[in-house]
């Protein structure tokens, strides 16, 4: 599992956004875009085989411990989904030393959850 942060507007590099054209013509007029147009916070989780799901956070909104729980819950629902096979094996969780992801809340949800 893990956290980033994905922006709506990628800019390209000069050399990215060069074109062909026929000798004696100008480059077609490009607009401007804009940097500012936002990012979204993605939570996401994999296993080997590719991704279980993500999770997009809504703006203005943080990952709370609340938050997170029901997002460990979502993610058992997935593997139990995606791969049912897993239910009678023991699964490793790896996760970074967020504070919300160490709290008592979330650890307690990953200990209901086996």
């Given at each position: 599992m893990d956290e980033t942060w994905i922006h709506h507007h990628t800019p390209e590099s000069k050399q990215q956004s060069e074109q062909w054209t026929e000798a004696g013509c100008?480059?077609?007029?490009?607009?401007?875009?804009?940097?500012?147009?936002?990012?979204?916070?993605?939570?996401?989780?994999?296993y080997a085989e590719g991704i279980l799901f993500i999770d997009y956070?809504?703006?203005?909104?943080?990952i709370t411990p609340e938050y997170y729980s029901n997002l460990l819950t979502t993610l058992d629902k997935k593997i139990r989904e995606k791969r049912p096979g897993l239910?009678?094996?023991?699964?490793?969780?790896?996760?970074?030393?967020?504070?919300?992801h160490k709290g008592?809340?979330?650890?307690?949800?990953?200990?209901?959850?086996?």
């Open positions: 100008s480059a077609p007029k490009k607009t401007r875009s804009v940097p500012s147009a936002g990012k979204v916070m993605a939570s996401v989780f994999w956070l809504e703006k203005g909104n943080t239910q009678k094996k023991k699964i490793i969780f790896y996760q970074d030393n967020v504070p919300t008592v809340l979330a650890m307690g949800k990953i200990r209901d959850l086996h």
